[in-house]
């Protein structure tokens, strides 16, 4: 089955900074990929995602490209603050199915 | 902007113990999943219910675990004799269509004793 690996586990950047997160996935029928943020206490939120049919999606600080020939995704955060810090999970919609791979999270710390 | 709400937020329950997570969804969202996540590790799929049907389940949903739509608003987890491993963050998730974006909830922190 679909299989997704995330790094780093965790990412200290200076604010203003850029922040970059990789992920993987096995499974190159897999079309969907969705970024959560965590923070404390709370669900995961919807940031962006991208579907297999384009390279690159952006919105504002946040962009997130996908690269189908090498089975890797990655989200990038320009220009972070302080409120950036939380936990990110890159996830992989098994191909099939309408469930979530999940990634393994990575804790963003942005230093003020 | 509509959410979809858990309740409780918090349970702690005895080895053994039944417990039931409740969740809202999004009011015209139609397809619903349970998903959890184990202290430090990834979140896991567990279950996926549309028209009043499971869709797909993992490993995990066995035999100890039922969901259901008991009046067509909220979305059940029951877990029937619950144990040590069952201490998790339980996350519903919602959506309108099929393979359209997952929306989360807060999540229920269930600890078995």
């Known amino acids: 089955g679909e299989n997704v690996e995330q790094h780093p586990s965790t990412l200290s950047v200076q604010e203003g900074d850029s922040a970059v997160i990789k992920c993987t996935y096995s499974?190159?029928?897999?079309?969907?990929f969705p970024w959560y943020k965590q923070e404390l206490g709370k669900g995961p939120q919807l940031i962006i995602d991208i579907r297999s049919n384009v390279g690159e999606k952006k919105d504002q600080r946040i962009a997130v490209t996908l690269n189908k020939t090498a089975k890797h995704f990655s989200l990038h955060i320009t220009e972070t603050q302080p409120e950036d810090s939380a936990v990110y999970f890159c996830?992989?919609?098994?191909?099939?199915?309408?469930?979530?791979?999940f990634g393994t999270g990575t804790r963003l710390k942005v230093l003020a | 902007e509509p959410e979809v709400t858990q309740t409780p937020s918090h349970q702690v329950t005895q080895m053994g113990q039944e417990v039931i997570l409740r969740c809202v969804p999004i009011s015209n969202h139609l397809y619903f999943y349970w998903y959890r996540q184990i202290l430090g590790q990834k979140v896991e799929f567990l279950v996926s219910?549309?028209?009043?049907?499971?869709s797909e389940k993992s490993e995990i949903f066995d035999d100890q675990f039922s969901v259901e739509r008991p009046d067509g608003s909220n979305f059940t987890l029951k877990i029937r004799s619950t144990k040590l491993e069952d201490s998790a963050m339980y996350f519903c998730?919602?959506?309108w269509g099929a393979g359209e974006t997952q929306y989360f909830g807060p999540g229920t922190r269930l600890l078995v004793l």
């Open positions: 499974d190159s029928a897999s079309n969907y």
């Open positions: 996830a992989a919609q098994a191909p099939g199915t309408y469930k979530y791979i």
């Open positions: 219910f549309y028209n009043n049907e499971i």
């Open positions: 998730a919602t959506t």
